[in-house]
T-cell receptor
Framework: DAKTTQPPSMDCAEGRAANLPCNHS???????VYWYRQIHSQGPQYIIH???NNETNEMASLIITEDRKSSTLILPHATLRDTAVYYC????????????????FGQGTILTVHP | GAVVSQHPSWVICKSGTSVKIECRSL??????MFWYRQFPKQSLMLMAT?????????EQGVEKDKFLINHASLTLSTLTVTSAHPEDSSFYIC?????????FGAGTRLSVL
């Protein structure tokens, strides 16, 4: 699976939008971009995923550049409870092979939301 | 989203004993489950992929005889840490996949004295 690069930490004011960037310049055509977050001492929580189109759900929006080499996760109105480590992962979403299904976690971005 | 339940959430054991951790998919069937380990201030590391009805696939460097995985049904996978030692103390997390999304359990914190 392609490697991702994320800033180690970011700050955001409560109520403002949090924009978390991710670079994945070596992404392959059959690899999706997944975002998870991990709040301290809990298991990771799925946020959103996409292939090439922008995606939105009740938690966040995912903006993928046209060349798919980078993406941005947007939390539109950050709250204190959004403080967590956010992981951007690229992964083959279907098909066979040893890489199918594996999520490889990097160091992620520590997002701290301030009052 | 789908729910993955993990039990126990916290366990303390003496060195040399074995500990079993259960991972259940509560509202879906999962032919494949995954086991991760996370040390303090580090990221999650995949230990093994658990396949229902067949042997688990272990990542390089993970001792299959120490970390026994059983996936006997479509909703249950277990990880047994055999002859646990203090260096096995860690946060163990399971996950199950449905429709190309992996959902994670809350994790089990193992402390070996």
């Amino acid at each position: 699976d392609a490697k991702t690069t994320q800033p180690p930490s970011m700050d955001c004011a409560e109520g403002r939008a949090a924009n978390l960037p991710c670079n994945h310049s070596t992404i392959s055509g059959n690899e999706y971009v997944y975002w998870y977050r991990q709040i301290h001492s809990q298991g990771p929580q799925y946020i959103i995923h996409g292939l090439k189109n922008n995606e939105t759900n009740e938690m966040a929006s995912l903006i993928i550049t046209e060349d798919r080499k980078s993406s941005t996760l947007i939390l539109p109105h950050a709250t204190l409870r959004d403080t967590a480590v956010y992981y951007c992962i690229v992964r083959v979403a279907s098909g066979g092979g040893t890489s199918y299904g594996k999520l490889t976690f990097g160091q992620g971005t520590i997002l701290t939301v301030h009052p | 989203g789908a729910v993955v339940s993990q039990h126990p959430s916290w366990v303390i054991c003496k060195s040399g004993t074995s500990v079993k951790i259960e991972c259940r998919s509560l509202d879906f069937q999962a032919t494949t489950m995954f086991w991760y380990r996370q040390f303090p201030k580090q990221s999650l590391m995949l230990m093994a992929t658990s396949n229902e009805g067949s042997k688990a696939t272990y990542e390089q460097g993970v001792e299959k005889d120490k970390f026994l995985i059983n996936h006997a049904s479509l909703t249950l996978s277990t990880l047994t840490v055999t002859s646990a030692h203090p260096e096995d103390s860690s946060f163990y997390i399971c996950s199950a996949r449905i429709q190309n999304i992996q959902y994670f359990g809350a994790g089990t914190r193992l402390s070996v004295l």
